[in-house]
């Protein structure tokens, strides 16, 4: 079972967090724990921050890295602690329809990130012709299959296959990328599930910094199904008070100024840009984007101005670095919770 508040007190800001000093503590089920108030960026006065980014090098970013491998690292040494002192496998159930190459790569890197952490990984495939039936029937099997504890389906699916269909098909209690819409409801409800996992690892990286949320303004800029709504759900149950945003919302730049924390997953390069930042906000950047850089080469950015926004924000997360690798941290850390649930 997927937690969405742990208890706080464990990163003392102000240490250094690059990733060969970064060790935020976490509890027994992999959760990290959150940071004290000190020093945090919404205690630090304006104008004190003014001052400290008029005197800093042009050179250096004003604000932190929120380093998602540093912390997903974390996550991972905490389950494979989980795994070896629970004395009973952990397995993850996936299903591959078709010979979708990137979907391919994905699920042989998944098996060995599995591996890495002592998750036996199991491969279920069918081919590019099987129909919409002969998917939801193979979905079916493995929910009622008592040795899976932990199912999930490998996108694209085949045209003609109704993605949403079959997600909403997967068991809730073995459903750990949370994409079930029942799972998603009970995100709202505040019930106990398995939380979607890019939304749950936007989380977990907002509140390493240290921010107490309660009370905060938050801006998530998107509203997607799977990452945007989820994220914002997410950030209401901290007490949050929380915009939600799309391509319709009036005066998009002005709305995040006023806001302590910013979430960008709209799919857009570089949109966030630095006169959208109130300085000292959090800043996490979701998207993944490729674009042609400088020299004609293809790069990844986020959704995110990166190099300016780094100037503004008192937090921010990298591009590519960030959510990620904290978004695979917390898969694996649903299927540990259904599996030994």
Excluded at 210 to 234: D, T, Y
Excluded at 246 to 264: G, I, S
Excluded at 274 to 287: H, L, M, N, R, T
């Amino acid at each position: 079972m997927s937690g969405i508040v742990a208890p706080s007190g464990a990163i003392r800001l102000g240490e250094d967090t690059t990733p060969a000093r970064l060790a935020p503590r976490v509890d027994d089920s992999g959760r990290i724990l959150r940071g004290r108030q000190f020093g945090t960026p919404e205690n630090l006065p304006i104008d004190a921050l003014h001052t400290a980014m008029a005197n800093a090098s042009t050179n250096i970013p004003a604000a932190r890295i929120i380093d998602g491998k540093a912390l997903s690292e974390v996550v991972r040494n905490s389950l494979r602690s989980r795994i070896a002192a629970a004395g009973r496998p952990v397995r993850l159930d996936a299903l591959l329809v078709g010979d979708d190459r990137a979907a391919g790569i994905y699920a042989m890197n998944q098996a060995k990130t599995c591996a890495e952490i002592g998750i036996e990984y199991v491969l279920h495939r069918l081919p590019a012709s099987a129909s919409a039936d002969d998917v939801a029937g193979r979905v079916l099997l493995l929910n009622v299959d008592d040795a899976v504890r932990a199912l999930m389906v490998h996108l694209p699916l085949p045209g003609g296959v109704d993605t949403e269909r079959i997600q909403s098909l997967i068991s809730p209690d073995k459903d750990v990328e949370g994409v079930n819409p029942a799972n998603i409801g009970n995100v709202v409800y505040g019930r106990r599930s398995l939380v979607p996992c890019t939304a749950l690892a936007t989380l977990e990286m907002i509140e390493s910094t240290g921010i107490q949320l309660r009370g905060k303004r938050c801006v998530v800029v998107g509203a997607s199904n799977i990452v945007g709504k989820p994220i914002a759900v997410l950030l209401m149950r901290t007490e949050a008070t929380v915009h939600s945003t799309n391509k319709f919302t009036p005066d998009l730049a002005a709305l995040c100024r006023t806001c302590d924390v910013v979430v960008a997953a709209c799919g857009v390069p570089e949109l966030v840009k630095a006169d959208w930042v109130k300085p000292g906000a959090v800043v996490i950047d979701v998207g993944i984007n490729r674009i042609d850089g400088a020299d004609g080469k293809k790069i990844t950015v986020g959704d995110v101005d990166f190099a300016a926004v780094s100037g503004v924000a008192g937090w921010i997360s990298p591009v590519p670095g960030g959510v990620g690798p904290m978004t695979v941290a917390m898969l694996l850390r649903n299927v540990v919770d259904a599996a030994l649930r």
